[in-house]
């Protein structure tokens, strides 16, 4: 057994624990390629051990899929006898869980060989990978994620559905106020729960909004110049507001397209550059940024198809790309425009950024910011050209200027899939083994959900066949 230099100190276990002296349970939380988090639930006792020692996880765990069901094909269950790998804590990650008691707390974890290399299939060490490139040319990505999500019944109804939880008056409505304040009253002490726990996590969660449907919520996290831990904080704000809902007997939920007839919930990524000295390569009075803006949007708007598969990773994610709908379905760029998938937004000079729209909030955002930052790493260093800015619609096949726009983004589950494994960009930052590890659980993801005969296919052939 080998002690990364990325693990934990077991100093700040022992700290924390002297600190906290209420506290009973530690959840040790591992988040998979298919975005899910999975770990230990530990005693006190054994904290600090795990700490000093890290704490043995069986690799199967790195690839199953969204169900929880191995992935034999992986050849990581059967064909190496599901070898142990060792995960260690994240530094910094220790922290209160407010919403399950005064006597537990959490803290991430990160998967490594038994050597102390990091393992290759661990999302936080994809995304490391891609920010070594950035590093070695002096470079320094600054992100920050936008959640969007539902609050809903915790309760199924009669058919297997969702719908919305009733309101203080105990009805369910079918409308509501986008940006409305009596939305925001109305899960009031949902939204109270969740700040108080991202703020014992250290989580910088800020505005929250009310989105374009009943129970859609939509919560700022703070930029951060460190991307991973930027996605720590996507991670880390899902398990809180997971947790605050079932807590207040509702549930919030992440996936991408829940109800068929109202908006689908999005994972933006927010993007600028810093130089060695801390100034923002992307800067400029113009909002169409500077040259080194231009070309970061030119390789991000060149890999979007290529990162479908990551962006959008479920049957249910491909429901949400519509016309019309404030996801984007055609690849492109706009200046203050919310029908592109990248969009330049308004603001001071130094702050010029991106936002990256493409992703749902099902995406697991680790994997979501290393494929954008491998785009904006080639862009930056091809210099690429993202052509000019698309104004107006960019849902149809030209734009409301009449110039065309970009190609249309693949809607294909099986298609995306093998346009991530064929990718050379995202191959190479990412990884061959990470790439084809992904893509090797989502084809049998996307097998097992084709080969289910749902009533749908009844009310459909059954008789008229």
């Given at each position: 057994?080998?002690?990364?230099?990325?693990?934990?100190?077991?100093?700040?276990?022992?700290?924390?624990?002297?600190?906290?002296?209420?506290?009973?349970?530690?959840?040790?939380?591992?988040?998979?390629?298919?975005?899910?988090?999975?770990?230990?639930?530990?005693?006190?006792?054994?904290?600090e051990a795990a700490y000093a020692d890290g704490r043995y996880l069986p690799g199967s765990v790195l690839v199953v899929d969204i169900t929880g069901l191995d992935v034999e094909e992986s050849g990581m269950v059967w064909a190496d006898g599901d070898a142990d790998r060792l995960a260690w804590p994240v530094p910094g990650s220790l922290a209160l869980t407010p919403w399950q008691g005064?006597?537990?707390?959490?803290?991430?974890?990160?998967?490594?060989?038994?050597?102390?290399?990091?393992?290759?299939?661990?999302?936080?060490?994809?995304?490391?990978?891609?920010?070594?490139?950035?590093?070695?040319?002096?470079?320094?990505?600054?992100?920050?994620?936008?959640?969007?999500?539902?609050?809903?019944?915790?309760?199924?109804?009669?058919?297997?559905?969702?719908?919305?939880?009733?309101?203080?008056?105990?009805?369910?409505?079918?409308?509501?106020?986008?940006?409305?304040?009596?939305?925001?009253?109305?899960?009031?002490?949902?939204?109270?729960?969740?700040?108080?726990?991202?703020d014992a996590m250290g989580v910088p969660a800020g505005a929250a909004i009310a989105e374009y449907a009943p129970g859609q919520f939509e919560m700022t996290l703070a930029h951060r110049s460190d991307a991973l831990a930027a996605a720590d904080d996507a991670v880390r704000f899902k398990h809180a507001a997971k947790g605050c809902a079932a807590a207040l007997d509702r549930a919030a939920?992440?996936?991408?397209?829940?109800?068929?007839?109202?908006?689908?919930?999005?994972?933006?990524?927010?993007?600028?550059?810093?130089?060695?000295?801390?100034?923002?390569?992307?800067?400029?009075?113009?909002?169409?940024?500077?040259?080194?803006?231009?070309?970061?949007?030119?390789?991000?708007?060149?890999?979007?198809?290529?990162?479908?598969?990551?962006?959008?990773?479920?049957?249910?994610?491909?429901?949400?790309?519509?016309?019309?709908?404030?996801?984007?379905?055609?690849?492109?760029?706009?200046?203050?425009?919310?029908?592109?998938?990248?969009?330049?937004?308004?603001?001071?000079?130094?702050?010029?950024?991106?936002?990256?729209?493409?992703?749902?909030?099902?995406?697991?955002?680790?994997?979501?910011?290393?494929?954008?930052?491998?785009?904006?790493?080639?862009?930056?260093?091809?210099?690429?050209?993202?052509?000019?800015?698309?104004?107006?619609?960019?849902?149809?096949?030209?734009?409301?200027?009449?110039?065309?726009?970009?190609?249309?983004?693949?809607?294909?589950?099986?298609?995306?899939?093998?346009?991530?494994?064929?990718?050379?960009?995202?191959?190479?930052?990412?990884?061959?083994?990470?790439?084809?590890?992904?893509?090797?659980?989502?084809?049998?993801?996307?097998?097992?959900?084709?080969?289910?005969?749902?009533?749908?296919?009844?009310?459909?052939?059954?008789?008229?066949?």
């Amino acid at each position: 057994m080998v002690r990364p230099a990325t693990a934990a100190d077991p100093a700040e276990a022992t700290a924390f624990l002297a600190a906290h002296p209420e506290v009973a349970f530690v959840d040790l939380m591992y988040t998979n390629l298919a975005g899910v988090a999975r770990g230990k639930r530990l005693r006190r006792h054994e904290v600090e051990a795990a700490y000093a020692d890290g704490r043995y996880l069986p690799g199967s765990v790195l690839v199953v899929d969204i169900t929880g069901l191995d992935v034999e094909e992986s050849g990581m269950v059967w064909a190496d006898g599901d070898a142990d790998r060792l995960a260690w804590p994240v530094p910094g990650s220790l922290a209160l869980t407010p919403w399950q008691g005064a006597d537990s707390a959490t803290a991430l974890l990160s998967m490594h060989e038994l050597d102390g290399r990091p393992c290759a299939l661990d999302p936080r060490a994809i995304l490391r990978r891609v920010l070594d490139r950035f590093a070695a040319d002096g470079l320094t990505p600054v992100i920050a994620c936008e959640l969007e999500f539902y609050l809903i019944d915790a309760m199924r109804t009669a058919d297997g559905g969702i719908q919305p939880p009733p309101g203080p008056d105990g009805r369910r409505t079918g409308h509501s106020q986008v940006y409305g304040i009596a939305e925001l009253d109305g899960a009031g002490a949902f939204l109270r729960d969740v700040w108080a726990a991202c703020d014992a996590m250290g989580v910088p969660a800020g505005a929250a909004i009310a989105e374009y449907a009943p129970g859609q919520f939509e919560m700022t996290l703070a930029h951060r110049s460190d991307a991973l831990a930027a996605a720590d904080d996507a991670v880390r704000f899902k398990h809180a507001a997971k947790g605050c809902a079932a807590a207040l007997d509702r549930a919030a939920t992440f996936m991408a397209k829940p109800f068929a007839d109202r908006s689908g919930s999005g994972l933006h990524i927010h993007v600028s550059v810093d130089d060695a000295q801390g100034r923002n390569i992307f800067a400029a009075e113009s909002l169409s940024g500077t040259r080194a803006m231009r070309h970061a949007i030119g390789g991000v708007t060149a890999t979007i198809a290529d990162g479908m598969a990551i962006f959008a990773p479920n049957a249910n994610s491909y429901r949400r790309f519509r016309p019309n709908s404030y996801a984007p379905v055609r690849a492109g760029w706009g200046i203050n425009n919310r029908t592109v998938p990248v969009r330049v937004p308004a603001g001071p000079a130094a702050s010029r950024r991106f936002e990256h729209r493409v992703s749902g909030a099902d995406a697991n955002p680790y994997l979501v910011v290393a494929a954008v930052l491998a785009g904006v790493h080639d862009g930056l260093t091809r210099r690429a050209d993202p052509g000019p800015p698309t104004t107006g619609d960019g849902y149809g096949e030209t734009a409301s200027s009449g110039a065309k726009v970009g190609e249309r983004l693949p809607t294909d589950w099986a298609y995306a899939i093998e346009r991530l494994a064929r990718s050379a960009v995202l191959v190479d930052y990412l990884g061959a083994d990470a790439v084809e590890m992904f893509a090797t659980v989502k084809r049998v993801e996307h097998e097992r959900y084709t080969s289910v005969v749902t009533a749908l296919d009844y009310d459909w052939v059954l008789r008229s066949a």
